[in-house]
């Protein structure tokens, strides 16, 4: 089964600074897609980012970018310019390119942004 | 476009009763996740569907079921409510029939069993 693990229940970061987030997985499987979805506070989940597994570019969305290192099965998430509208909790998760149509989350980071 | 809507958003149940929550996908969405969020297992998944079909179920006891109609529109089921059921529910829609993972949730359905 796959796994996905977040290691930083809480991080911080000064406003305009920028926070790298971890991530790592496992998975016997060769097709499979990579994402970061963002909480913020009693308002609903939304994808910032998302990597093919075959891609080795890694993906970028204006002040957000991943470091995809597939061979360590490792995916950081990058947040450059840190914006106080980017504190939420972020998750990690995985799918699978097969047909199990289910994503797999990590347990996520709490982000805080200070002023 | 409106988006995925969740109703009811909270709700107060009580051990043994049963409850039913519903999801409005976003318009010419297909495909409707359930997943369950607790401060302590996370976000698991519960099941999805695409033109009313269950293509995979999570591991959750039978007390757990789920449906959609031929609108899209999909509701599910927790029987003999358990404390441990209290959760946050979220529903979340994709367009796509194929697996690419790129989900749009709604806001939740909060459910508190006492």
């Known amino acids: 089964a796959q796994t996905v693990t977040q290691s930083q229940p809480e991080m911080s970061v000064q406003e305009a600074e920028t926070v790298t987030l971890s991530c790592t997985y496992d998975?016997?499987?060769?097709?499979?897609?990579l994402f970061w979805y963002k909480q913020p506070p009693s308002r609903q989940m939304i994808l910032v980012i998302r990597?093919?597994?075959?891609?080795?570019q890694n993906a970028t969305e204006n002040r957000f970018s991943v470091n995809f290192q597939k061979a360590a099965k490792s995916f950081s998430l990058k947040i450059s310019d840190s914006q106080l509208g980017d504190a939420a909790m972020y998750f990690c998760?995985?799918?699978?390119?097969?047909?199990?149509?289910?994503?797999?989350f990590g347990k996520g980071t709490l982000l805080t942004v200070n002023p | 476009k409106a988006g995925v809507t969740q109703t009811p958003r909270y709700l107060i149940k009580t051990r043994g009763q049963q409850v039913t929550l519903s999801c409005s996908p976003i318009?010419?969405?297909?495909?409707v996740s359930w997943y369950q969020q607790t401060p302590g297992q996370g976000l698991q998944f519960l099941f999805e569907?695409?033109?009313?079909?269950?293509?995979n179920k999570g591991n959750f006891p039978g007390r757990f079921s789920g449906r959609q109609f031929s609108n899209s529109r999909s509701e599910m089921n927790v029987s003999t409510l358990e404390l441990g059921d209290s959760a946050l529910y979220l529903c979340?829609?994709?367009?796509?029939?194929?697996?690419?993972?790129?989900?749009?949730f709604g806001e939740g359905s909060r459910l508190t069993v006492l």
């Open positions: 569907y695409f033109s009313e079909t269950q293509r």
């Open positions: 318009s010419g969405h297909r495909s």
């Open positions: 979340a829609s994709s367009f796509a029939a194929t697996n690419t993972g790129e989900l749009f």
């Open positions: 990597q093919e597994a075959y891609k080795q």
């Open positions: 998975t016997s499987e060769s097709d499979y897609y």
């Open positions: 998760a995985y799918i699978s390119g097969g047909s199990n149509y289910k994503l797999t």
